[in-house]
């Protein structure tokens, strides 16, 4: 079935190292990927989409490239913020005439000084 | 922006008994979803609808319902509530259309005694 594999449980970075979250799919269709990111006490909220005509999606200094060929849609920043310390979720609609939207089991990122 | 509301947004239950989670979305989105997110696990979508009137099975419906009376409203029903679904709940409304992203609402807390 559909599923979304992300880089498991916790990542602690150095402020100004950069940054990069493994998300891999398994779909029926061809999806859409999404990045969410949920800071503490709020609600998960869009971060990045993927695009069907192939552009890079930047936001906020993150982007993500879809790779069909190995299923990935790797988060990468070049250089992190102590703000960019938050839960992050990949997650995949698998198109059709199904909009099931299904997330993978998320990576918190910790940034330190 | 698109409002997701949730009510309660904190609840105590008992064993045994029935508690009802409520969301309004003013969005006029068609799609509307139901997750739990549990450390480890991540967001594991329960149900979801396309439209009044409808619900589907997500992943985990086991021991859920979920009722959608009116495009604004989406119910997510604990018969007989479980220790073991103690959790928060967040409640999303989107388009039905696949590469949009989807609104949270800031979640319920759910804790059964």
């Known amino acids: 079935g559909d599923s979304v594999t992300q880089t498991e449980g916790l990542v602690t970075l150095t402020e100004g190292l950069p940054v990069m979250l493994n998300c891999t799919y398994q779909s029926t269709y061809s999806p859409f990927l999404f990045w969410y990111v949920q800071h503490l006490n709020e609600a998960p909220k869009l971060l990045l989409k993927?695009?069907?005509?192939?552009k890079r999606p930047e936001h906020q200094g993150f982007h993500a490239t879809l790779h069909k060929s190995s299923s990935s849609f790797h988060l990468q920043k070049s250089s992190a913020q102590l703000s960019d310390s938050a839960l992050y979720y990949c997650a995949q609609n698998s198109g059709g005439s199904n909009y099931k939207l299904t997330f993978g089991k998320g990576t918190l990122l910790t940034v330190t000084p | 922006e698109a409002a997701v509301t949730q009510s309660p947004r904190n609840k105590v239950a008992v064993t045994g008994g029935k508690v009802t989670l409520s969301c309004n979305q003013t969005n006029n989105h068609n799609n509307m979803y139901w997750y739990r997110q549990d450390t480890g696990h991540g967001l594991r979508l329960i149900h979801y609808?396309?439209?009044?009137?409808?619900?589907e099975k997500g992943d985990i419906p086991d021991g859920y319902k979920a009722s959608r009376p009116s495009q604004e409203n989406f119910s997510l029903i604990l018969e007989l509530a479980t220790p073991s679904q103690t959790s928060v709940y967040f409640c999303?409304?989107?388009?039905?259309?696949?590469?949009?992203?989807?609104?949270f609402g800031k979640g319920t807390r759910l804790t059964v005694v």
């Open positions: 993927s695009f069907t005509d192939n």
């Open positions: 609808s396309y439209g009044a009137g409808s619900t």
């Open positions: 999303a409304s989107g388009e039905a259309v696949a590469n949009t992203e989807v609104f």
